[in-house]
């Protein structure tokens, strides 16, 4: 089992001209957290101007986490129908891979 959220969804037409949704869904993960020590003076003043800077302002986020691609689905229509599930942007799901079958389960 791994958890999943939806990242983006995007209408698209397969070969036959059918409407259908491109699901990408993404595994996130921590950001590992080792700790570079800068070789010389002037490398640790930018690593800590930087640092100060993530902090202050929203342009550059701290990323304790990074998105992996994981399932990306092309469904029509009908197929997304009879799927069953209505993805919604940001929606966390845990995948559960038994007996050939991927199921879905949206987390709260």
Do not use: H, W
């Amino acid at each position: 089992m791994f958890r999943v959220r939806v990242n983006k969804i995007e209408s698209i037409y397969d070969v036959d001209g059918n409407l259908g949704k491109r699901i990408e869904l993404v595994e996130e993960r921590p950001a590992s957290q080792f700790i570079i020590r800068p070789q010389s003076e002037e490398a640790r003043v930018i690593q800590e101007v930087f640092q100060a800077l993530q902090q202050q302002l929203p342009i550059f986020p701290a990323r304790a986490q990074f998105a992996i691609p994981k399932i990306i689905l092309f469904l029509t229509e009908q197929e997304y129908e009879e799927l069953g599930i209505d993805f919604d942007v940001n929606q966390v799901y845990d995948i559960i891979l038994e007996g050939q079958c991927i199921k879905f389960k949206k987390t709260p």
